[in-house]
């Protein structure tokens, strides 16, 4: 009876788990998803796919730090799988070692960001680099040796300042070492073997390097006299520059194989080139002031003193397109710059000056507040989109599709490239870069921001940044129930940052905005899985089509765009909210008639608490606060009443989901005050 007793106990504590458990519940998630990403093995005994307590009880190559999972090391097990996409929740683990396995697929973006010590090696991983590495600042050891790693080493080394080993070798990198590789100044050990690198390795040669192995690449030039005194140096099977090293390739080599009357000469004839060049120099440099007085001169009568501080030197317009029009205060210098084929960083920005400091008669619509913009080239961008290949699509909506632009410094930037026959009533140029400046005062944290345009003839695009984990609809719709890392706070924290995102475009910015295309696809998530709403200020693109949202979203008075109002956004936001609340698509013409509908099957049900808990999505588990559950539905039902006059403004939605945050126990982010872009502000893919 006592051992009947002590079974009964022990069930009991097991379903009791939640009160009783040791482990944060963010890294009980994370280990499920990643437990089920590996597809559950049975090597790895005491792991879950669903709760359990990792630090309490044992879970095999998991230790713990009090109730944080800080080390996971599961090498050479024979698992198979993927790391899954929500690794970066494992705010505590310092150690990460999945090596010798048969993981395949791309490294995700989302790793544990505080590691010190992460081993991917020996694996089938393919794609490159990810750019989160960036950002592990307290990174000490990186091995990706043995995978099938391509493309460019992207130039992340910047912030690395304590990694001191890393091995890169067997795989298939390809083109030149970034510069920031010269920055790693803890590094000792550096394995490229095997791999496709080019051009040179001068850039190692003042790195505290102990061990450096480049064998069997495509490096060409010449070997530093520094890196010869390394340790241990292996570098054959490249195609190494024969003879002496050029002047100045290595200074302390210079310094040591140069003696006597040689070195004299040398002196002599150094002395010499700079002398000559010093001159050269200052005749250039008085041929440029004097340039640069007379062209000042001659365009004093464009703008007054205050603005030629700025700007003198800058044209009104491009020469080739002539005024046409063009707002005065859009700097299109960008334009007149030979294009060049390289794969260059995105370029600066250049300042969109108001029209108080220019001609005001040429755009009087103009908003006074100077802005800040990119003008970028369509040569650049076709060299970072791969000439805008499928492999790069984002996302296709109604007015263009987004590519993905990969630069060579490790940029990545979205790039929504507009079909130029969806611009209603033929759109000029000059409405496009109103547009343009228009999109580009709208500054939010939960709004995606523009980046920059690009207006060359048959292109008309705009440059976005770019966010990591696409769109909630993907999120929620698409990914399979191994990669679901959308836990309740985590919904609620999207709700609000995306209802203080139309709280803002509608009450806050002047003059207001009506988004017009408000749904789970526009709202695009970063690496913390923060929204950003996209497609902001385009909806002049919808007024004369007679194109919808799409099924589901649509409020009942909007028969076309041109008919929705601030309050068709309440509803179509009311419609993402039920998405997140079900993990059910608007519409799903696989579903029963009475099912299809999504707001027409849970509407009824929204004030049945009983009912309610049974609608929420699966894939949460019932963890969930049901107080704030219930207050989440109650929002739901008053923003998708069919009468708009009954619907709340984003204003007091925005008041009613802070309560929601309140009783999830979510710490609050303080409320940014934003207003349309100003002098001072701080800063979709469908």
């Known amino acids: 009876m006592a051992r009947y007793l002590a079974l009964l106990l022990a069930l009991a504590l097991r379903l009791a788990y939640p009160a009783f458990a040791e482990t944060d519940q963010g890294d009980v998630s994370a280990v499920n998803v990643l437990f089920k990403s590996l597809n559950a093995p049975p090597q790895l005994t005491g792991w879950s796919s669903t709760g359990g307590d990792p630090c309490g009880d ?39 070692d999945m090596s010798k396995n048969n993981l395949k697929g791309d490294i995700p973006y989302q790793l544990p960001p505080k590691v010190e010590h992460l081993n991917l090696a020996e694996n089938a991983f393919t794609g490159g680099i990810p750019y989160s590495i960036s950002q592990m600042t307290d ?33 298939q990198l390809s083109g030149n070492l970034p510069p920031s590789l010269g920055s790693l100044k803890s590094l000792k050990t550096l394995h490229l073997q095997n791999n496709q690198f080019s051009g040179s390795i001068k850039g190692l040669a003042n790195l505290p390097l102990e061990d450096l192995n480049v064998e069997n690449n495509q490096f060409n030039g010449w070997i530093p006299n520094k890196l010869k005194n390394i340790d241990t140096l292996q570098i054959g099977g490249n195609s190494w520059s024969s003879g002496a090293a050029p002047p100045g390739m290595d200074k302390a080599s210079n310094t040591n194989s140069h003696t006597g ?37 001659s365009s004093s009568h464009y703008i007054d003193d205050q603005s030629s501080q700025n700007i003198s030197s800058t044209p009104l317009v491009s020469r080739e397109l002539g005024l046409k029009g063009y707002s005065s205060s859009i700097d299109i210098k960008a334009l007149e710059t030979p294009p060049s084929m390289d794969l260059r960083p995105p370029p600066e920005p250049y300042k969109l000056f108001s029209d108080n400091e220019f001609a005001v008669k040429l755009n009087p619509k103009q908003s006074t507040n100077p802005v800040s913009i990119t003008a970028y080239s369509i040569v650049d961008l076709q060299a970072a989109t791969g000439s805008f290949s499928a492999s790069r699509l984002l996302g296709q909506g109604t007015i263009g599709s987004v590519y993905k632009a990969k630069y060579a410094d490790g940029k990545v930037l979205a790039v929504k490239k507009i079909d130029l026959i969806n611009l209603s009533g033929g759109t000029s140029s000059y409405d496009f870069m109103e547009l343009v400046s228009g999109i580009s005062k709208l500054r939010h944290p939960n709004i995606t921001e523009l980046l920059g345009y690009c207006l060359e003839p048959r292109y008309h695009l705009l440059i976005y940044e770019f966010q990591m984990n696409g769109s909630l609809h993907d999120f929620l719709h698409l990914s399979d129930e191994y990669s679901k890392p959308l836990t309740w706070d985590t919904r609620v924290r999207i709700a609000l940052g995306t209802a203080r995102a139309l709280e803002y475009l509608h009450g806050i910015c002047s003059p207001s905005v009506i988004h017009k295309n408000m749904k789970s696809a526009n709202i695009l998530l970063d690496s913390e899985l923060n929204p950003h709403l996209s497609d902001c200020g385009l909806a002049v693109f919808y007024e004369d089509t007679s194109e919808n949202l799409g099924p589901g979203y649509n409020a009942p008075e909007c028969t076309k765009p041109s008919a929705c109002t601030m309050k068709s956004d309440v509803y179509s936001f009311g419609v993402v909210m039920l998405e997140l609340l079900t993990g059910c698509k608007p519409f799903d013409s696989s579903k029963p008639i009475m099912e299809r509908t999504l707001v027409r099957w849970a509407a009824p049900q929204l004030h049945d608490i009983n009912v309610l808990t049974q609608m929420v999505d699966p894939a949460l588990r019932g963890l969930y606060p049901p107080k704030s559950l219930s207050r ?53 893919y469908h």
């Open 58 to 96: 044992d879970w095999k190559g998991v230790k713990c730090s009090g109730s944080s999972v800080t080390e996971i090391s599961l090498s050479g097990l024979g698992l198979t799988g993927s790391l899954g996409y929500q690794l970066s929740s494992l705010t505590s683990v310092t150690y990460f």
């Open 632 to 684: 989440f539905a109650d929002v739901i039902a008053l923003c998708i009443q069919p009468e708009p006059e009954f619907r709340p403004s984003m204003s007091e939605v925005v008041q009613s989901l802070d309560q929601c945050v309140h009783r999830t126990g979510i710490d609050k982010r303080s409320r940014l005050s934003t207003s349309c872009r100003s002098d001072d502000s701080e800063s979709s």
């Open 261 to 297: 009357g040689k070195k004299g000469v040398r002196s002599v004839v150094n002395g010499a080139v700079i002398a000559g060049t010093v001159i050269a120099v200052l005749v250039i440099s008085l041929i440029l002031l004097a340039l640069i007085k007379r062209r000042s001169l």
């Open 139 to 171: 990174l000490k050891y990186l091995n990706l040796h043995r995978n099938q790693l391509n493309g460019q080493l992207n130039d992340i080394f910047g912030k690395l300042d304590r990694l001191s080993e890393m091995y890169l070798s067997f795989n």
